[in-house]
């Protein structure tokens, strides 16, 4: 049979082995060189080494979360601070709202890092959202929150992590 349009080469079965060996090496090969170049990439971060507790309490977008603060915040309420609120905790890893006879309000920073892959650290939180005046309302979140500039809110997203497993385990 002559070569020409449309003409298919095959293969011996020796041959065959050695181009699928040489496909697995180049596959494995930019594997190898697209998560090292992931790896090395520096994570931005836009939340501070300190007075993060601060931060939070100014800057912590209620607005993205689910909480008791849904049913009774305006437009213009969107941060603790929006409410009047000042913590009775604030540290690098912990911010607490504790009002006797009305509401508990917690945020537990279990880790600090760039747990979705964008290239931004992230703060793995664990909310506790608990009525004290007589209601039953008491939920425990795990939350991802992320600040995408120095100017911006920080933002629960969408992503699944285990912050208060995590938090119980501290």
């Not at 095959?10 to 090969?29: D, V």
Request: hydrophobic share 40%; aromatic share 10%.
């Amino acid at each position: 049979m002559e070569a020409g349009i449309g003409a298919v080469h095959r293969y011996s079965p020796a041959e065959e082995s050695r181009l699928m060996r040489s496909r697995l090496f180049l596959c494995g090969l930019v594997s190898l060189v697209l998560a090292s170049a992931a790896h090395s990439a520096p994570v931005v971060s836009y939340f501070p080494k300190q007075d993060l507790g601060r931060l939070l309490t100014e800057q912590f977008d209620l607005a993205s979360i689910r909480s008791s603060f849904g049913p009774r915040r305006t437009s213009a309420q969107r941060t603790f601070s929006d409410f009047g609120m000042t913590p009775s905790k604030a540290t690098d890893d912990d911010l607490v709202f504790d009002t006797p006879g009305d509401w508990f309000y917690e945020m537990i920073i279990v880790n600090r890092r760039d747990a979705n892959g964008d290239g931004i650290e992230d703060l793995e939180v664990c909310f506790i959202d608990k009525a004290l005046n007589g209601g039953s309302y008491n939920t425990a979140q795990s939350l991802l929150i992320t600040r995408y500039s120095k100017n911006s809110y920080a933002t629960a997203l969408s992503f699944s992590v285990d912050a208060c497993e995590k938090a119980a385990v501290k």
